[in-house]
């Protein structure tokens, strides 16, 4: 039996019941019986390590999630009175906590979050009961990609039910494969009934008192129940004995059969009903292309909502920023304005962090990414290809066709399977998106069939080191896993090929999109997946939306995505591996890798400036309001029709507050002409400087950092329209105005000559400080006084000719430097401070101006391919930073204001264009 001191921790976290947090002589009682049962007893070292975890791990905290209400509506907190009362009691609860811990072996990391974070969205729902007041509820629940979101909502459920909901509508997607799904999880973990009769899921711990709800959905949907419902089907009311339930699409047909037969004379209008809006930024905001009327699905929904005056709309997502457009002025619509919950990150969770990393630190689980040659990919399938790309008709014809990273990845993925404990009665799934085309997933199939029953044969008929297939297998097992499987009883070579063998047999090769059904067919592919089938899913969009892949463990990412949200929801390889994080392997390009460690940043920003707003007593709308202003939303465009309530009549296309934001370079051009115009722009701005005799010109005690002070902000702003630093720099590259996940438009200005406009053109006498800072490398042959080059770890990307900063750190600057300006600057003693340099930008230390940093930057690159691209030393390529200083207190002054205006930037052709690629479809 394979095992290892993380299966003893999993055991552990979850022995212990619900709310009971065990003293240290329990923890230590119970590791040493789940050591006794692993066969661990003689590893004292390992011992004293795991309990030292699992001690750190039980007196955390609890995390309890961030929420933000509006305390000025007439509702009133409900759920403390009702847990007070004689009869209170939550079976559904019980027996779904009880179901997670024993048959989902979810533990105390898991469990204890959801309880605490469930119980406080319970708490601001509208008051389930009769006697008291109803009142309409919206809400927002954010969680991380793949964190539980869906367990939450229906943990969400089964107490709501508990305290006397009637009612509970899950709306899904249009795709009907998602919504079965959804069906098939709200059946095993709400339910505890598949069809009539079937007990499944919680339905073992539900006590006998305890009333089943009633499905009003089934396998297809709303469609056949719709008339047998005004036949037979009770509706829900209050002296019904039991509760229902309904899964059911965002589709405009079946949402308006069934509104049709749930408002009816014979339903009380003050029902509580729980409606929760699964990936509520698909279709539920209204999107209307051309005028102000909202489109037929968030008609709907609107309507749905008003049919009882005790409905609750939970509106539950990882991309939030469809959410923010809705115009919160329309009282029907969906803005959430009652609350914002955002459900803490489990310790457990496998998220970008430890994966990828961040702006300020690299990945904490070290080995699980591995790097696309993208050269060598590019001549098998190019990057940006189209939607009729065929390979090369030879490769379709040869053995083995398919790339040579991608079956490597293949064979990682057939020895994980093996070493994964207990993998014989395990769900196992790779995932290669590769294209968000079908016609080009389809070839990828193909040829990843051809792939699985060539090694196939080979383990069956010629499992030795003879055949270069096994070679590839041993190689992979002893560079990559020899070792890995701690355990009593290490596998070795010959053990390995003889339970690959058996693998082979449950392998299975299945296309996920619109048009896949033919190629299943034609291939036998089982509609029903086995309970230990080993899965090699081949798809596109279809499979980074909403679809859970059970057990997947190796994932091939091959796509370009600027936009942060929409890559995050591409990483379906997010989340829980239980007993196997350390075989799971995800293979990207290196820009992909960069990208999500800034994409993690924008988020964890995001929580830190809710959980500012919490303490300033923000509301929802206020919260709505900062959003949309947030930089890292940037110009975008999530559905065309969307930003309608963004578009002004004064031609104002986007409007951001930078205040307290890190405003910096990180990703620099290495085009030469674009060297040249930013070097001219600096000594243009260098020579006005020197001649105008307003123009102050201080330095450090040791000469080492010199700063220009009242630099008139007209000579910033000539400066930055000329500046631009590389393609997708947020702040300083030109604005890419994006659509989804469509190949972005470049407008002709960047985010920092905006901000430099805005407040050049409201504060006409603002006036700058202008700093030039050092680092180790050569003095800089671009001014007369000391500068030295800074150096910095990079990469280079080919496509768009461009130095990325990606080493521990993908920063420019560090707080040190802001310090070094402000104690220039100030005219009082400069505080320390343990956290972020933005506790440093304040109005105290550098006045009302706000400050340019320069830097020359010596590129190291990763690799020695592209060396001859890299400037020579004195040749740094020119970086910059801005500071904005505000008040510790809102000063209502916009000293961040940048303001983006339609007939300036983007011109009449650039949003036609837009709007052409709105009318395609998400997946061809």
């Known amino acids: 039996m394979m095992s290892s001191w993380s299966e003893a921790v999993q055991m552990v976290t979850r022995w212990f019941p619900q709310g009971n947090k065990p003293d240290e002589e329990q923890i ?9 049962y692993l066969h661990l007893n003689n590893d004292s070292a390992g011992f004293e390590r795991t309990f030292r975890e699992l001690r750190k791990l039980f007196n955390e905290k609890i995390p309890e999630g961030i929420t933000l209400t509006d305390s000025s509506t007439t509702w009133t907190e409900w759920l403390p009175e009702l847990k007070q009362a004689e009869h209170w009691s939550t079976p559904r609860w019980d ?37 008291h007041p109803s009142v309409a509820r919206k809400g927002l629940v954010l969680g991380d990609v793949q964190s539980g979101k869906t367990r ?47 007990r499944v899921g919680i339905s073992e711990y539900l006590q006998r008192t305890a009333k089943t709800p009633l499905s009003l959905t089934n396998e297809d949907d709303f469609v056949k129940a719709y008339d047998k419902a005004f036949r037979s089907f009770p509706r829900p009311s209050w002296d019904y004995p039991s509760s229902f339930v309904a899964v059911i699409k965002k589709n405009a047909s079946i949402l308006n059969k069934f509104t049709k037969w749930l408002n009816n004379p014979e339903f009380a209008k003050d029902i509580p009903i729980l409606i929760i809006d699964d990936e509520s930024d698909y279709a539920s905001v209204n999107s209307a ?122 064979d990682y993925f057939l020895i994980a399977c093996v070493l994964r404990p207990n993998s014989e009665e395990k769900r196992q799934s790779m995932l290669i998106h590769m294209s968000r085309f079908t016609e080009v997933q389809r070839q990828i199939a193909d040829m990843v069939q051809v792939f699985v029953g060539n090694i196939s044969n080979a383990l069956r008929f010629h499992a030795d080191d003879s055949d270069p297939r096994i070679q590839c297998l041993h190689t992979v097992f002893d560079q990559e896993y020899r070792g890995s499987n701690q355990t009593a009883d290490p596998i070795t070579w010959e053990k390995m090929l003889q339970k690959m063998r058996l693998l082979t047999s449950r392998l299975q090769v299945r296309l996920v999109n619109s048009k896949a059904g033919p190629w299943n067919d034609a291939n036998q592919i089982p509609h029903e997946v086995a309970s230990n089938e080993c899965t090699i899913y081949i798809g596109g969009d279809q499979l980074s939306r909403g679809m859970t892949l059970e057990g997947l463990i190796c994932s091939v990412f091959y796509r370009r995505v600027t936009a942060s949200d929409t890559l995050l929801q591409m990483g379906r390889w997010f989340g829980y591996r239980p007993d196997y994080a350390q075989y799971q392997r995800i293979w990207l390009l290196q820009q992909s890798i960069t990208d999500y460690r800034y994409s993690y940043s924008i988020v964890e920003e995001l929580k830190e400036s809710t959980q500012r707003m919490k303490r300033q007593g923000m509301t929802p709308k206020q919260f709505g309001l900062a959003i949309r202003k947030n930089p890292n939303k940037g110009v975008r465009i999530t559905n065309y029709g969307k930003m309608r309530n963004a578009q002004e009549t004064n031609g104002q ?36 400087c020197n001649r105008d005799s307003q123009v102050l010109h201080s330095d450090d005690r040791r000469g080492k950092t010199v700063v220009f002070q009242h630099v008139p902000g007209q000579a910033v702003a000539d400066f930055m329209a000329e500046y631009r630093s590389g393609y997708n720099d947020k702040y300083f590259g030109q604005t890419l105005m ?14 920092a000559a905006e901000y430099v406009k805005t407040q050049t053109r409201e504060n006409p006498d603002i006036t700058w400080n202008i700093a030039f800072m050092n680092g180790d490398g050569e003095q800089s042959n671009s001014v007369t006084f000391p500068w030295k080059e800074v150096i910095r770890s990079s990469s280079y990307e080919k496509d768009h000719d461009v130095f990325a900063i990606n080493g521990k750190k993908m920063r420019l600057a560090s707080k040190t430097d802001i310090v070094k300006v402000a104690s220039i600057v ?33 590129i190291k690159l990763d690799c020695d391919k592209y060396a001859h691209l890299v400037p020579t030393s004195g040749h740094g390529l020119l970086a910059v930073k801005i500071a904005i200083p505000a008040d510790e207190f809102d000063d209502g002054k916009n000293r961040g204001k940048a303001v983006y205006y339609y007939n300036t930037v983007a011109t009449k052709q650039q949003y036609e264009l837009l709007r052409e690629q709105a009318e395609e479809g998400d997946e061809e």
Not at 28 to 36: C, E, G, I, V
Not at 661 to 688: D, M, V
Not at 744 to 749: A, D, G, H, N, V
Request: charged share 25%; aromatic share 10%.
């Open 152 to 198: 939450t909502y229906l943990a969400l459920m089964n107490k709501a039910v508990d305290c006397g909901y009637k009612l509970v509508i899950v709306l899904t997607s249009d795709n009907e494969n998602l919504r079965q799904q959804t069906q098939t999880r709200v059946d095993s973990d709400f339910l505890g009934l598949s069809g009539p009769r079937t």
């Open 289 to 410: 292309k051309y005028d102000n009327s909202p489109t037929r699905i968030n008609d709907l929904l609107r309507k749905l909502c008003k049919v009882s005056q005790r409905t609750s709309y939970v509106a539950v997502t990882a991309t939030p920023f469809a959410n923010i457009f809705i115009d919160d002025s329309i009282e029907e619509d969906l803005f959430p304005k009652d609350f914002i919950h955002i459900m803490p990150t489990p310790y457990s969770y496998i998220g970008a962090k430890r994966l990828f990393g961040d702006l300020d630190s690299p990945a904490e689980q070290k080995g699980c990414v591995k790097q696309l040659d993208e050269d060598e990919l590019d001549n098998w399938l190019p990057l940006n290809h189209k939607k009729d790309y065929r390979f090369e008709e030879h490769l379709l014809d040869i053995e083995e066709p398919l790339d040579a990273q991608v079956r490597c990845a293949l």
């Open 653 to 688: 296309l986007a409007e951001f507050n930078l205040a307290g934001e890190i405003i910096e370079s990180i990703r620099l051009s290495a085009n030469k002409n674009r060297i040249q115009r930013n070097n001219s722009a600096f000594a243009e701005l260098i020579n006005f």
């Open 95 to 131: 027996a779904y906590y009880r179901y997670l811990q024993e048959k989902e072996n979810a533990d105390w990391t898991q469990l204890q979050p959801l309880d605490k974070s469930t119980d406080a969205i319970l708490s601001l729902l509208s008051d389930p009961r009769h006697d």
């Open 28 to 36: 230590a009682q119970t590791l040493r019986s789940a050591a006794n």
């Open 826 to 858: 100030s005219s009082i003693p400069i505080e320390k401070h343990d956290g972020t340099e933005r506790q440093y930008y304040l109005t105290k230390y550098f006045g009302v101006n706000p400050t340019l940093m320069f830097y020359r930057v010596s």
């Open 738 to 751: 994006q659509y989804r996940d469509r190949d972005p438009i470049e407008l002709k200005t960047s985010m």
